[in-house]
Each structure stands twice: as C-alpha cells, then as structure tokens.
C-alpha cells in the first residue's frame, strides 16, 4: 500500500511539472521493514572455569536450552575462539560455526571490547589495563598499543570469514580524565585528543572496509566514546568513515541521564548493534552521577537485569523496528542484585516479547483503490 502511494503521489507531482521522485525516505514509516532477530547473549559474563560456562559447546547448549538463537562471543576467550586463527583460515571459521550450528545456534557477532580499549590508553590507566594484555607487553604501553591494534584488524577479518556483518568494540580514551577538569582544559585539547585517536582506529576502519564489516563502538563512560557528541567528534575526525558505527546500549545512557530514545531517532543509521541491558537512576541527597566511588550495589545509577530496572525496551524495540534495525537484540547480563542464571533465563524470553514481527502491510490496505491520473485531477478539482 505504502509503495502504491508513493507511484500515486509521483504521478500527482508529475501532472504539476514536477519531474524528481519521491522517495519512501520521506515518508514516517519505511516501506520495507525487517524484524529485529533475536534472542541473542553475549558470553563474555558467563565464561567461568565451572561446566556448563568453561568451553563453547557446553554453554552454547546451556544457551540454547534457554530460547536464545545466537551467541556474541568474546574474542579475548580462548575456550571460545583462536582469532588469530580464524583471521587467517576459512576453514576453521566454517567449523567453528558449524560447532555452534550443532547446538542449535549461530553466532551474531564478535566482541573485542578488551583489546579495543586498548589502542587509546591514558598513561593515568597503564596499570589496570596491562591484564586485558598478553604479559609479554605488560609494561611496554608502546607494544600492548601495536598488539591491540593487530588484534581487532584480525577480528575485521575473522568476522568477514565467519560471515558477519558487525563487530563490536570499546574506542579506549585519551581524554577521559579530563571529563569535569580542574584546571580547566586547555583551548585544543579536545580536537587533539580526537585527532589522535582517529589517527590510531583510522587504519583499523580501513581493514574493516576491505573486510564489508561494520565496527560499532559501544557508546559508553570511560570510553572518548561516551555519548552522542562524543561519538560525532570522532566519527568526523575519522572523515565520516563509513564502518564507523554504534553499539546501541540503553543503561550507559539512564546513567548519564541522556534521553535514551530521542538518541535513536538521531543517530539511528549509524546504530548497526544492540545490547538489552536495563538500567535505573535513583539520585539522592548524598549521591549522584557520579556515584562517590560506591559499589554497584550502592550507586545512585546501577545496572540491572531486563526488566527490572527504567529503561523503556517497549518504545527502544519500537523505534529501532521503524527506523528498520535488522541486527540482533544480545543480552547483556550485568546486574547488582540478580543471579547471572536467573538473568539469563528470563532474558531471552524478555527479549522475545519484544520483537516485533513487523507488518508487511498497512493497516487501512482493504480500503484502498487503484486510480488513474485522470481520476487524481478530479479528486484535487481539476
């Protein structure tokens, strides 16, 4: 129906001399929808060293005994992937799909949340960031940066060979500790800092771009990353680089008391993955934001498990459905308060009431007609 009224509509402007064409783009709804696929989780949270969550088998089952249909795995975890391996073979990346695919499942993208972090490191950070590192380049901040970097380029094409499309990574930061400075900042600073840091991942979205991947940042705190105009200075300092996207997760953004939805509405084509996090705000008379170095527990703004907590996932699925979000909706468990096994066992049901199979019609299509454009000018009086 929707298609019938944009040739209807051409028509009408071509009998007024107006000769371009009316694309569905400007029209609230698209004519072509696709249904958001899911459920799907993400593993990094349930690797441990106890069965079922110590190899990738035994908790692909456990995933698939819980409803979900893909799983987002941890490129960092060796009982999960050898990525330097699937860069480079065809033929292990086909057999380890099909050891996902004999538990029921398929994979929907690779995470290298860790070695991304790791291309932007603050001196501030050195420390506590050596242990996403291998020991080799502990302490050489130099060599674990050209070991990131190697990394998620091998992770562009490791996902090229395993047949996906997205890749989900952190951005690292270089500004960060400058987020509510004292001094004040010097004039520049920012645009440097955005500078370099487009400098490092600029190589690294090239061999996204040979690879047909996109790279999706996740928009996150801590991260140069961290929010809508944070993402558009580093998306311009990169030359609006093609695989430079977002991964969509709505706690980060009730923590930092962004309105979560109108940032859909902005940024949605750039928004190429999904993370169904929950979150709430609970601000007090002793505490805030920035939450007073708590625990999680503690905090005025804390993670919970789907549900439980703000965030409006109704309007989110809503709105990604409309603007034609065609990725996966991944769990990501991370809660103060909930076990991880009962968050994931309501997590793929959560996320499945959610999904919209979305219409191939319109609604009012039985009451529509064809129409010739002698009939048009009648009906406009002339």
Known sequence: MVKANLLILNKIMHIFGFHGILHAAVLPIPVYMKTIKGPAIFLAQFMSDAAPFNELESICRWAKQLGYKAVQIPTWEPRLIDLEKAAESKTYC??????????????????????????????????????????????????????????????????????????????????????????????????????ELARRWKPILDVFEENGVDICYEIHPGEDLHDGVSFERFWDATGQHARCNILYDPSHFVLQQLDYLQFIDIYHERIKMFHVKDAEFRPSGRSGVYGGYQDWSERPGRFRSPGDGQVDFKSIFTKLSQYNFSGWAVLEWECCIKSSDQGAAEGAPFIQRHIIEVTARAFDDFAGGDADPEFLKKLIGC
């Open 94 to 195: 086909d057999e380890l799909k099909g050891r996902v695919a004999a538990c029921g499942l398929e994979i929907s993208e690779l995470s290298t949340h860790l070695q991304g972090q790791l291309v932007a490191v603050h001196p501030a950070y050195d420390l506590m960031f050596d242990a996403f590192a291998p020991r080799e380049v502990h302490g050489n901040p130099a060599a674990r940066t050209e070991w990131a970097i190697k990394t998620v380029k091998n992770a562009a094409k490791a996902s090229r060979n395993l047949g996906l499309q997205a890749h989900a990574s952190f951005s690292g930061a270089l500004l960060w500790h400058t987020l509510y400075p004292w001094p004040q900042r010097p004039k520049g600073l920012v645009e440097a800092g955005f500078r």
